[in-house]
């Protein structure tokens, strides 16, 4: 309704409506920003330029009259625009305070548009399979996924510029067909505007628009329709327990690197997809052997945090150890001695074996000699996961095949299978799963790929020490304060 609104303003010339119009319509969904040049087109050129193209059912002949831009609508456009920006930002920073502010609004909306944090509805079967199977690429394919976009943006407006409604038209096409997390809205606009340009399509003049126009019908639109809207995509949250006996069907959909995809069909036939998780637990857990318990994971988090802390505090606080992980965290009496602080920078890169330096390594990483603190952070979260799953850094599947631990549990934290993270043996310890929660939370944000968005580890340590700190508040006090932890980095 926003983009019909800013379209009826252009065309009649109302300038403060249409800005409002392609505010509105931007503030809700991002793309609509395109149709910034059709509007200014618009407002310039007016709707009829040259007046034979546009809108008419019949052919006439091609006007020779020049047709000359006016400024003064677009300028105009542009200014009522900024204000009703700066009204929609004013309000919404207010409004929404209390979350954050209007920077985690952007983050949360925006930001959740460009970086396709959930892929329920996903962006598309192609770029799914992009997306999840290089995920180590996932950026590089976002911003490609992106740019599908823009980069038809300026080549249109030239060749359309004299046809503005029509451009705009064109816009809400690709706009429909490749953005992310599509809706019915859009296709239904689409297909509503279709009918306006028959004299164009008809003439086969833009075979190549006339082309994307039958597939979207036929194809494209059908199958966003099954695949993405209307379609109700389970999670762990709520599937109900799942056993052979209430299995009707169980067939193999395929084998990846961290698991077996199955197709169920349950008696209530249901179709669903079961994802069992490949065992890559670390350790030898044979008989007489027993897992850490959760106090002891958590005292070990707190220690190694804080031994972290205190080494980034040295050289005025531009020091790094460059080797973390867990061989390296000595569990003496109070958990919080680090062994190897200086020997990464004199020792060759290539003196740890690939496979067990990756794991650690931090993505921005290609020499342990130019590692800096968040490379640190990163190494510690892979240390944070391995107490949280129980699973190794890295693990090899049949001899070659590679798994990381952090690719892993952002492939499962994405797909919103938050349950399927831990370690099977934290299930039996009751009222912590709150701790488990935010304790992943800490986790999956020191392995950010950014340096930048990872957090300090003075910070680390005291989100870990609150986790613990808040909990116990809710227990008994005996037996839950952990020995030698303090609120703040001991010295002495």
């Known amino acids: 309704m926003a983009i019909i609104v800013s379209l009826y303003g252009a065309c009649i010339g109302l300038v403060p409506l249409a800005a409002f119009g392609w505010v509105t319509a931007t503030h809700m ?93 996903n962006i598309g079967v192609l770029w799914y399979f992009f997306a999840e199977v290089f995920d180590f690429f996932r950026s590089f394919f976002l911003i490609v996924f992106h740019m599908n976009i823009f980069f038809m943006v300026l080549p249109l407006a030239i060749r359309l510029k004299h046809l503005p409604a029509f451009l705009a038209f064109v816009y809400v096409a690709i706009v429909a067909i490749f953005k992310s997390y599509p809706s019915v809205g859009d296709s239904a606009l689409y297909l509503g505007l279709l009918a306006l340009f028959a004299n164009e399509l008809a003439d086969m003049k833009f075979s190549f628009f006339l082309f994307c126009g039958y597939i979207g019908v036929s194809l494209l639109s059908p199958v966003m329709h099954n695949l993405w809207i209307w379609r109700v995509h389970l999670t762990f949250a709520y599937i109900p327990p799942i056993d052979s006996n209430g299995l009707c069907l169980l067939s193999v959909l395929g084998k990846g690197t961290f ?42 988090a707190i220690g190694a945090a804080r031994g972290i802390a ?37 020792m060759s890169a290539l003196a740890l074996p690939i496979s067990r330096a990756a794991g650690y390594r931090a993505p921005e990483v290609t020499d342990t000699r130019k590692a800096g603190q968040p490379s640190d952070v990163f190494s510690f979260g892979v240390v944070l996961l391995e107490l949280l799953t129980g699973k190794s850094h890295v693990y090899s599947v049949n001899g070659d095949e590679m798994v990381h631990l952090v690719r892993w549990a952002h492939s499962v934290v994405r797909e919103e299978w938050t349950a399927e993270v831990f370690d099977m043996e934290l299930m039996r310890y009751p009222s912590i799963e ?9 986790a999956m944000s020191c392995v950010v790929r950014e340096p930048g968005q990872r957090p300090k580890m003075s910070d680390v340590m005291k989100m870990i020490e609150n986790v613990r700190l808040d909990e116990s508040d809710s227990r008994p006090s005996s037996g839950n304060k952990l020995p030698g932890v303090k609120s703040e980095l001991s010295f002495g």
Request: positive net charge; aromatic residues 8%; proline residues 5%.
């Open 29 to 121: 969904s991002l793309y609509p920003a395109v149709l910034i040049v059709p509007v200014i087109l618009m407002l310039g050129y007016g709707p009829d330029a040259p007046p034979s193209k546009v809108f008419l059912q019949k052919k006439h002949k091609k006007s020779n009259a020049q047709v000359i831009f006016s400024w003064k609508r677009p300028v105009h456009f542009l200014f009522w625009s900024i204000m009703w920006g700066m009204h929609v930002l004013v309000l919404c920073g207010i409004s929404l305070r209390q979350y954050g502010g209007l920077w985690e609004v952007l983050r949360r909306t925006y930001g959740f548009i460009l970086t396709v944090e959930d892929l329920s509805p």
């Open 434 to 442: 709150e701790e488990l929660v935010e304790m992943l939370q800490i």
């Open 310 to 346: 205190r080494i980034h505090l040295g050289n005025n606080g531009k020091l790094v150890h460059r080797n973390i992980k867990s061989s390296n965290i000595l569990n003496s009496q109070n958990y919080g001695c680090m062994s190897d602080l200086g020997l990464a920078p004199v």
């Open 259 to 300: 698991g077996i995809s199955y197709k169920a069909i349950l008696e209530d036939a249901t179709t669903v997809v079961v994802k069992r998780l490949r065992e890559v637990g670390v350790g030898n857990r044979g008989e007489g052997r027993v897992p850490l318990d959760w106090d002891t994971r958590m005292r070990i």
